[in-house]
């Protein structure tokens, strides 16, 4: 089955710095690539996503990146702000409702 | 307002005490699956769903059982629950293979003693 390695587990960026969040997976069939959020006690929701036939998406400061030779898909986050504060997790997908995520990152922005 | 509904959100039980965290959906889905997240591992799916009576397993089915038979509907069955299905569960659903948001309940808080 589909395995995803996220590095690293913790992060700590200046606010106004930005932040990357890295993703490797394993299974080649592998085409959908999401990121969620997920506050303190709250539910993870989606800040965006990737399809394979595409190698970069970005929403305002938010982007994602994807190498599918080398099967990794990163996550930036430029001018990092307090909300930016949370666990952030990635996950492959086989384009059916399987999905797999990454064990997550806990981003905290300083002020 | 779409949703997805989890009952119970919170709940201590027994070791071999059958329980049922039942989750429906209002926005006509038809992909619905159950996760547990638990530390250090991020979330890991449990079973999934692409419509009625379809089911098929994730990643750490065992000790899990669920049932499609109404679209809205995606109960999760512990029939015979342990110390180590101690975790915090979601329910999620998605409209099809090209909507891409999925859609999380608030999450279960389930203890087994």
């Known amino acids: 089955g589909e395995n995803v390695e996220q590095h690293p587990s913790t992060l700590s960026v200046q606010e106004g710095d930005s932040a990357v969040i890295k993703c490797t997976y394993s299974d080649s069939a592998s085409n959908y690539f999401p990121w969620y959020k997920q506050e303190l006690g709250k539910r993870p929701q989606l800040i965006i996503d990737i399809r394979s036939n595409v190698g970069e998406k970005k929403d305002q400061r938010i982007a994602v990146t994807l190498n599918k030779t080398a099967k990794h898909f990163s996550l930036h986050i430029t001018e990092t702000q307090p909300e930016d504060s949370a666990v952030y997790f990635c996950?492959?997908?086989?384009?059916?409702?399987?999905?797999?995520f990454g064990t997550g990152t806990r981003l905290t922005i300083i002020p | 307002e779409a949703q997805v509904t989890q009952n119970p959100r919170y709940l201590i039980t027994v070791t071999g005490k059958k329980l049922t965290v039942t989750c429906s959906q209002n926005?006509?889905?038809?992909?619905m699956s159950w996760y547990r997240q638990d530390p250090g591992l991020g979330l890991r799916q449990i079973y999934y769903?692409?419509?009625?009576?379809?089911?098929d397993k994730g990643d750490v089915p065992e000790g899990y059982k669920v049932s499609r038979k109404e679209k809205r509907n995606f109960p999760l069955i512990l029939e015979s629950p342990s110390p180590n299905q101690t975790s915090l569960y979601f329910c999620?659903?998605?409209?099809?293979?090209?909507?891409?948001?999925?859609?999380f309940g608030e999450g279960s808080w389930l203890t087994v003693v």
């Open positions: 926005m006509n889905h038809e992909y």
């Open positions: 996950a492959a997908g086989d384009g059916n409702e399987k999905l797999t």
């Open positions: 999620a659903s998605r409209q099809s293979l090209s909507g891409n948001t999925i859609y």
């Open positions: 769903s692409m419509n009625v009576e379809v089911t």
